[in-house]
């Protein structure tokens, strides 16, 4: 497994999650990491991604909420989510986009971590 996304659950709106996704050395190191999401009916999306030196990008609708980060010494990128909203409710994905855009992914996808924002 190249990619391992986990830390998903059910959070009450006004919650925080926090998600991990741990990825081989020889993936994670000099790449762009990034979180995706598809909710029910949706297309995937780019919620965040992250260079290897820190630069960031993050949707508009995730923005002041949501925080990515990584830890280049444990190959894993982290999705801190703040002040969920049900709109959050999806399957988050990690992956390798090409740039900071997201438009374009390296690897298949896998199975994702769900998350449910519900009272």
């Known amino acids: 497994v190249q990619l391992q996304a986990s830390g998903g659950g059910l959070v009450q709106p006004g919650g925080s999650l926090r998600l991990s996704c741990t990825a081989s050395?020889?993936?994670?190191?000099?790449?762009?990491m990034g979180w995706f999401r598809q909710a029910p009916g949706k297309q995937r999306e780019l919620v965040a991604a992250i260079t290897n030196d820190g630069s960031t990008n993050y949707a508009d609708s995730v923005k002041g909420r949501f925080t990515i980060s990584r830890d280049n010494a444990e190959n894993t990128v982290y999705l801190q989510m703040s002040r969920l909203k049900p709109e959050d409710t999806a399957v988050y994905y990690c992956?390798?986009?090409?740039?900071?855009?997201?438009?374009?992914?390296?690897?298949?996808w896998g199975q994702g971590t769900l998350v449910t924002v519900s009272s």
């Open positions: 992956n390798v986009p090409l740039s900071l855009s997201g438009e374009y992914v390296r690897l298949l």
């Open positions: 050395k020889s993936i994670f190191n000099k790449n762009v």
